[in-house]
């Protein structure tokens, strides 16, 4: 038990230095596509496809390292995310010409966030939570759904039915040229996850449970694109970077609290106990967004803002 525990001890710090060391590779690349956009109308666009790759990657990275470690040596697993991440910093930290100007520290330091700007920012880091946190209990409830109805192939249908619901909603929520807000746009995502989401605790069964599952994909890519965007309009110039990652740091945090609440819930309770998380994150989420959008209403414009 005591070596057990210094293992997991070490684990722990290893994946700490690690998380310091990666940087906040989505709020980096969103911040290009501010550069290179400005204020057209296809940064909706590349925030939407931002989104599908990022959950993409919460969704099937771990299944592949689940995978993989089934199948050879656990040390395999944590080597195929090593090597992951190497390549996709590398491919993306060498692209200089994408690279926003470098604004002077003082010019930066200067330039004061106002309150309507930090809350929208908190609002929009809660919201990405609650996404997050649906993505990593479903994650985990999936597997255990299928296991219990006897099929464990459904899991990745399930997993599958949630990528592709976002994957629809990603497309086309880009293709479309919005004349309302990011802000005013954030309710509505906000409220269309609560919609979809809820339901799934009086669901059960694989089919049901999928179709509720990609419907919650839908809401899911609409959610965090429209949080970006919201973030984009809400943060000066010189701020924009580092207030994409709190979005960053909410996604993983997230994912990681979904994942360990839901498991947590299964394997003290039932397998239908795993989407209270799913519920509970999205009740948390359209609560807040109604309390803080009437608050900041006059500060709300009619058009998105130049960036």
């Known amino acids: 038990g005591i070596i057990l525990g210094w293992h997991l001890a070490i684990l722990l710090v290893v994946a700490a230095i690690a998380g310091v060391g990666t940087g906040s590779p989505p709020a980096l690349v969103r ?3 501010s550069n290179l956009l400005g204020g057209s109308p296809q940064i909706t666009t590349a925030f939407a496809w931002e989104s599908i790759v990022e959950e993409s ?3 099937i990275g771990p299944i592949l390292v689940a995978m993989l470690v089934s199948i050879a040596p656990t ?4 080597a195929f995310a090593v090597v992951a991440l190497a ?9 200089r010409s994408t690279e926003p ?7 930066a330091a200067g330039q004061r966030m106002p309150r309507e700007a930090r809350a929208l920012i908190l609002l929009s880091a809660i919201v990405y939570f609650c996404v997050a946190a649906t993505i990593g209990s479903l994650d985990v409830y999936a597997v255990a759904l299928a296991q219990s109805q006897g099929s464990p192939w459904a899991a990745g249908v399930l997993i599958a039915a949630l990528a592709a619901g976002s994957m629809v909603s990603a497309f086309a929520y880009g293709s479309i040229d919005w004349r309302r807000s990011p802000q ?14 809820i339901p ?4 059960d069964g694989i089919i049901l449970s999928g179709i509720c599952i990609a419907l919650i994909g839908v809401s899911v890519s609409a959610a965090l694109t429209t949080s970006n965007l919201t973030v984009r309009d809400a943060s000066p110039a010189g701020r924009l970077t580092e207030s994409l990652t709190w979005l960053s740091a909410a996604m993983g945090l997230g994912v990681s ?12 309770f039932s397998v239908h106990a795993g989407t209270l998380p799913v519920a509970g994150s999205a009740a948390i989420a359209i609560v807040v967004v109604l309390i803080v959008i009437p608050m900041l209403r006059p500060s709300i414009s009619g058009a998105p803002r130049e960036a």
């Not at 040390?75 to 944590?78: C, D, F, P």
């Not at 609290?257 to 003290?268: F, H």
């Open 184 to 197: 005013q746009r954030l309710l509505g995502s906000a409220l269309l996850f609560a919609i979809v989401s």
């Open 200 to 203: 799934l605790v009086f669901i």
């Open 87 to 95: 390549i996709g910093s590398y491919s993306l930290y060498t692209q």
């Open 57 to 59: 990657a919460f969704i």
């Open 101 to 107: 100007r470098p604004i002077p520290r003082r010019e």
């Open 31 to 33: 911040a290009r596509w």
């Open 257 to 268: 609290a979904g994942n360990a609440v839901s498991g947590l819930l299964i394997d003290n």
């Open 75 to 78: 040390v395999l697993g944590i």
